[in-house]
């Protein structure tokens, strides 16, 4: 019986979503899905990716770079075992955080056993918000890092990483660290020779720790 | 009439043509779509990008990871300054290369004065057909590399870089160095503080020298 599982496990593709939303960051979601898509080919299909959005309307990314249909919408969506969620600009965010459908989505979603969430970016104040962070260790955007601690006192707040993986959620730094993200996950599935060669497939340096840039060179925000 | 010129050049947007076509690898236009997208951000507007495809119909990037709407054909595309040439696996590419509209489409744009054409990865070989690396610097993915070279002897294949500039034309060697051909065509038109601003925002080390992987450590392509 237990070989029978494992056999599951292995031939079963890993179910990868994509959350895309009006003015996400084009970066943030395209980093993990080409880390997965080159883990697809590698693996003779043992990852597989989709989208959702809130619906079956096409989404623009930030500053209408792409025009994108996405596969599924909230109300359709199949199972899976990872949902991927990109980042925005802060107003883009505070907008959805404010918006009941998405919330509602995103609670349904993190209340299942056995799934991983990868937040990139400024999307971790969207599973702040739920609370799943709490007294956990989690990372966000350098440049919104000291609104993010004081509005979440609960969240370990950690700094000068990529990426922080505490029991089901991964929360990532800033656009390109989704690709190391990413690549950590396909690591913990597939062992870090597959990781590795997707990173160098990529013609990308894998990395976990990185210093963020200090403020005088970096940028400010401050929350309302 | 200089001071005139001048002015015009500060305030009309760069604009920046991005080529779409099914299969095409997500992260080779989504890096330099996001390099170009945060400059528009950070100069109020004097960057502009748009996609172009062979028709108006719906564009699946490799893997099917992505339903794109392109927003203009071959037939509308406006003038642009730029135009990047995001890569694919071989396959597509040699499936690019003998179709004869996708060739001239490219003639007709390389045939302009004063504009700039940015390969990534193995759209090189898109360029290389034409004769417009001959006698010059390239380079290309280097899964590829030794079969480039084998194909177009005229061309001086560049190795252990991220990208090539000779004249009006900019090779990268693969994914992710996108990025840092994109960055430095930033720098070139804005300088280097915006450049380094726009890859702090994205948590992305630039650079132009990158060992290449050794064959045993990589993989070994040989072309038809």
């Known amino acids: 019986m237990e070989h029978f599982t494992e056999s599951i496990t292995k031939t079963?593709?890993?179910?990868?979503?994509?959350?895309v939303f009006d003015h996400v960051v084009l970066q943030d979601l395209a980093g993990p899905l080409e880390v997965f898509s080159k883990a697809h080919n590698l693996t003779q299909g043992?990852?597989?990716?989709?989208?959702?959005?809130?619906?079956?309307?096409?989404?623009?990314?930030?500053?209408?770079?792409?025009?994108?249909?996405?596969?599924?919408s909230f109300a359709t969506m199949p199972e899976a075992d990872y949902l991927i969620i990109p980042g925005?600009?802060?107003?883009?965010?505070?907008?959805?955080?404010?918006?009941?459908?998405?919330?509602a989505f995103l609670s349904?979603?993190?209340?299942k056993a056995a799934?991983?969430?990868?937040?990139?970016?400024?999307?971790?104040?969207?599973?702040?918000?739920?609370?799943?962070?709490?007294?956990?260790?989690?990372?966000?955007?350098?440049?919104?890092?000291d609104d993010f601690a004081s509005h979440?006192?609960?969240?370990?707040?950690?700094?000068?990483?990529?990426?922080?993986?505490?029991?089901?959620?991964?929360s990532s730094s800033g656009v390109t660290s989704g690709i190391?993200?990413?690549l950590y996950s396909v690591g913990q599935h597939s062992g870090a020779p597959l990781r590795n060669m997707i990173a160098r497939a990529l013609r990308y340096d894998y990395q976990q720790q990185h210093d963020w840039p200090i403020a005088e060179h970096g940028m400010t925000y401050h929350g309302e």
Chains 1, 2 share one sequence.
């Open 115 to 145: 799934v991983k969430t990868v937040s990139i970016c400024t999307a971790a104040y969207l599973l702040a918000d739920i609370g799943v962070m709490n007294n956990k260790k989690a990372t966000t955007y350098f440049f919104v890092a």
């Open 12 to 19: 079963d593709p890993l179910r990868i979503t994509v959350l």
């Open 152 to 170: 979440f006192p609960l969240i370990e707040l950690v700094r000068d990483v990529r990426f922080v993986e505490q029991q089901n959620i991964i």
């Open 108 to 111: 349904r979603w993190l209340s």
């Open 46 to 72: 043992q990852y597989s990716t989709f989208t959702v959005a809130p619906t079956m309307e096409q989404v623009l990314t930030e500053n209408s770079g792409l025009t994108l249909t996405p596969d599924y």
């Open 180 to 182: 190391d993200a990413a």
């Open 88 to 103: 925005a600009s802060m107003p883009v965010i505070n907008t959805l955080r404010a918006d009941a459908d998405f919330s």
